[in-house]
């Protein structure tokens, strides 16, 4: 059976019991921090959470078959957005003399997010600690595509109202005539 722990976070209040999974549920996903008090039976004093090793992320994350983890799902499709999405900003961007500056390093991180994901497409092992990186990597990516979407959305919205007006205009025009 999984040991019951307590924790008390920053805000000084001790909270528990919970099952070690769930302890570390909440460290990996940053409810707890290493400064934080942890203490389970057998413990004399609460100890910060940097100092029980047994919590520390590499040694929290369930294993898959022989500490294998998979990719998280949807990085790959987030990956490829946001780097088209790059290249296509840097490219509009060229278009213009001051947004060249701008544009051409777009561009390169743009083709080097292509790149690291079709390196990462033919990685057959993924350790515990590019685990924790590629979950980090897969929430930046959602972040980045969603800007990107609400962006693109805003300029076809903008398009749409200006082609509205010009041809309001355009037939107010013709109808003078």
């Not at 460290?27 to 707890?32: A, H, Q, R, V």
Request: proline content about 4%; some cysteine; hydrophobic content about 50%.
């Amino acid at each position: 059976m999984d040991e019951l722990w307590y924790y008390s976070s920053g805000e000084g209040e001790k909270k528990g019991p919970v099952s070690g999974n769930d302890l570390r549920r909440m460290i990996s996903n940053d409810s707890l921090r290493d400064g934080d008090l942890v203490w389970k039976e057998g413990f004399s004093d609460w100890m910060p959470l940097s100092s029980v090793p047994e919590l520390h992320p590499q040694s929290s994350m369930p294993h898959g078959v022989d500490g294998i983890y998979s990719v998280p799902q949807g990085l790959s499709g987030w990956m490829t957005f946001v780097g088209v999405m790059n290249i296509t900003a840097g490219a509009v961007n060229c278009l213009s003399c001051f947004g060249i500056i701008i544009g051409i390093p777009m561009i390169i991180a743009g083709v080097a997010l292509l790149g690291a994901k079709n390196a990462l497409s033919q990685m057959d092992r993924i350790t515990a600690d590019m685990d924790i990186f590629l979950r980090k990597l897969h929430t930046v990516m959602i972040a980045n595509g969603v800007i990107y979407a609400i962006t693109l959305i805003g300029i076809i919205i903008f398009l749409l109202f200006y082609a509205a007006v010009f041809f309001a205009l355009l037939s107010d025009a013709l109808g003078q005539v």
